[in-house]
């Protein structure tokens, strides 16, 4: 009976931590699959500047989409939820790069 009752504890004890640290770790941040690419025309009636910034992609295998998932990111860290792209560049020798203002729009 003893040996019983300190292998549930024991259980118990295992599956306790793991549950405490995803409640924990529960938190509301806009994601970067809310920022949403804006064109000129939404832009202009929808949304409020959050300012410009640019990004730079020199390594890996997809430089284009790793470029933007990076100002995705900046967008979101600024606290946008909508990005318009100035201009962009891909050189599979040096990289890939864009210039962009992030914004938060009235969607």
């Known amino acids: 009976m003893t040996r019983l009752t300190v292998r549930t504890s024991f259980t ?3 599956a306790i931590p793991p549950f405490l640290l ?7 941040e806009r994601s970067v699959d809310q920022v949403q690419m804006v064109t000129a025309g939404q832009k202009e009636r929808q949304c409020k500047s959050l300012g410009i ?5 020199r390594g890996g295998p997809d430089k284009p989409g790793s ?13 946008g939820n909508g990005i318009y792209v100035i201009s962009n560049s891909v050189d599979w020798e040096t990289g890939a790069s864009v210039n962009a203002e992030a914004l938060q729009c009235q969607f």
């Open 12 to 14: 118990a004890a295992l």
């Open 67 to 79: 470029v933007l998932t990076k100002a995705r990111n900046e967008v979101s860290r600024r606290g």
């Open 22 to 28: 995803f409640a924990c770790s529960t938190t509301v």
């Open 53 to 57: 910034f640019s990004v730079d992609q």
